[in-house]
């Protein structure tokens, strides 16, 4: 309502009324029309934010990680492997939205698919700061360091859902086995998970298809992954990525970030 004008000792009629007529004339201050109100985001509708569960996968997986914990200087992004490691030649990746760091998070996010459970399209690891990858004629591996410590955990419940998976990728069918696999202890680790996924085409016999390891774990407040997979050129001369390869990348990143 509208204030009252302050007590003054009236002369005349004409000044009441007109007081008053400013009183009836003032309309109460009503809430914004809707039109004014923001508007909500439409979401986005790639495929891997629609299904993926909240816990496991931010609205746009190569969106730069909100973390403020490398913001101030605190995270260590200057060691992240690079050179010659394990018969590997690994290059730093700065950009947390290219392809080799994305596919930690979204291993099919730059292809057309369709997952039964959906939520396996996500693997647990988020956050991931910085990275380093390396391509040989026959097998591929990635290095990352992230700032979300709850990866591991993710992962590891991501291997637990995801047994098996069917469905299309680039419109192939697609039949997918992860489970965990064990690792010696490193020292200065914590929260070590290993998976491996075999790519399988439903319907074959033999070994079609081709293997991936990752493997995650926390030193400190950083979060680790290591990632090898094979190339084209691999599965076509039936070359298999190599558990040891990923077991001894992982190992040497570690021990850099303790060093």
């Not at 390891?213 to 599965?235: E, K, L, S, W």
């Amino acid at each position: 309502m509208p204030r009252l004008l302050p007590a003054i000792a009236a002369t005349s009629a004409a000044t009441i009324l007109v007081g008053l007529s400013a009183c009836s004339s003032t309309a109460p201050a009503g809430p914004a029309s809707s039109a004014q109100q923001s508007t909500p985001q439409e979401p986005k509708t790639s495929t891997p934010a629609t299904d993926s569960p909240p816990a496991t996968a931010s609205a746009d997986p190569t969106a730069s990680p909100e973390s403020s914990s490398h913001g101030d200087g605190s995270f260590p992004a200057s060691k992240i492997l690079t050179g010659s490691v394990a018969g590997f030649t690994l290059e730093k990746v700065e950009e947390t939205n290219s392809e080799p760091l994305t596919k930690l998070s979204h291993p099919y996010y730059f292809e057309e698919h369709q997952l039964d459970p959906a939520a396996c399209d996500a693997t647990g690891i988020e956050n991931l700061v910085v990275g380093s990858h390396a391509q040989t004629e026959h097998e591929i591996v990635t290095v990352a360091l992230g700032s979300d410590v709850m990866s591991p955990e993710r992962h590891q419940t991501y291997a637990k859902k995801c047994a098996e998976v069917n469905g299309t990728i680039d419109g192939y069918p697609a039949l997918l086995t992860i489970e965990k696999q064990k690792i010696p202890h490193i020292e200065g680790t914590s929260d070590v998970v290993a998976t491996m996924t075999d790519h399988g085409i439903p319907g074959s016999e033999g070994d079609a298809g081709y293997k991936s390891y990752v493997i995650t774990g926390n030193v400190g407040n950083t979060n680790v992954v290591a990632y090898t997979t094979t190339t084209f050129d691999g599965n076509d001369a039936g070359v298999e990525a190599s558990f040891d390869t990923v077991v001894a990348v992982f190992k040497a990143q570690v021990d850099k970030l303790r060093g």
